[in-house]
């Protein structure tokens, strides 16, 4: 099967920087978009940022010129750079990822959540 691991949440200040990784393993032939979504207390999960196959990028316009989403093929691997974060980033960040398993099987697979919290 495969797996999302996500890492990099975690407390900073109003301001600060944190970078989100996720790892995708297992049973992969090809990764196509890769994407972090957020979900706050009592919202809706929301997109934040996707990155394709070919490395476009889109990004929800409340983060936009402050995330950076980012891909490294060879390890399956997306990142998500967060600066000057604000406490309405406050969420836990999930990764997403569009992957064909084999010739017949192409899914979507989430990671399990990281904590992001922005609070002085």
């Known amino acids: 099967q495969v797996q999302l691991v996500e890492s990099g949440g975690g407390l900073v200040q109003p301001g600060g920087s944190l970078r989100l990784s996720c790892a995708a393993s297992?049973?992969?032939?090809?990764?196509?978009?890769m994407g972090w979504y957020r979900q706050a207390p009592g919202k809706q999960r929301e997109l934040v940022a996707v990155?394709?196959?070919?490395?476009?990028?889109n990004y929800a316009d409340s983060v936009e010129g402050r995330f950076t989403i980012s891909r490294d093929n060879a390890k399956n691997t997306v990142y998500l750079q967060m600066n000057s974060l604000k406490p309405e980033d406050t969420a836990v960040y999930y990764c997403n990822a569009d992957i064909r398993v084999n010739l017949v099987r192409r899914a979507e697979f989430w990671g399990q959540g990281t904590q992001v919290t922005v609070s002085s």
């Open positions: 990155i394709t196959s070919g490395v476009s990028t």
């Open positions: 297992g049973s992969i032939l090809v990764t196509y978009a």
